[in-house]
């Protein structure tokens, strides 16, 4: 029964991780971001470097086109764009929400 079990979590736990729209970057980390300069890598860049962002739109009073990336453990990096397709700022940013100890 034990192993029936173990053997059902395995599964589920591996379809959530391929369900297609899932939002999360698989393997992302610093070494990825680092990669991402502001003033000089442009948005084809970022696609070839990151892949599709999370989300995409425009966040900020400011305007500017916004990429989000999700990785591990309720974190997001942040990439925003200059009107000509430069980086212009990245930003990583933790949903405290997400841990065991957030909010609703």
Request: one cysteine or more.
């Amino acid at each position: 029964m034990t192993r029936h079990f173990t053997a059902c979590l395995l599964v589920i736990g591996m379809c959530a991780g391929l369900a297609p729209g899932s939002g999360v970057a698989g393997e992302l980390g610093l070494s990825e971001f680092s990669r991402i300069v502001p003033g000089k890598t442009r948005k084809q860049d970022v696609v070839a470097i990151l892949g599709a962002p999370s989300r995409a739109g425009k966040l900020r009073a400011e305007e500017r086109e916004t990429w989000e990336y999700k990785y591990g453990g309720g974190r997001s990096f942040w990439v925003e764009f200059d009107p000509d397709g430069v980086v212009a700022l990245t930003n990583v940013t933790v949903d405290f929400n997400s841990s065991r100890y957030g909010g609703p």
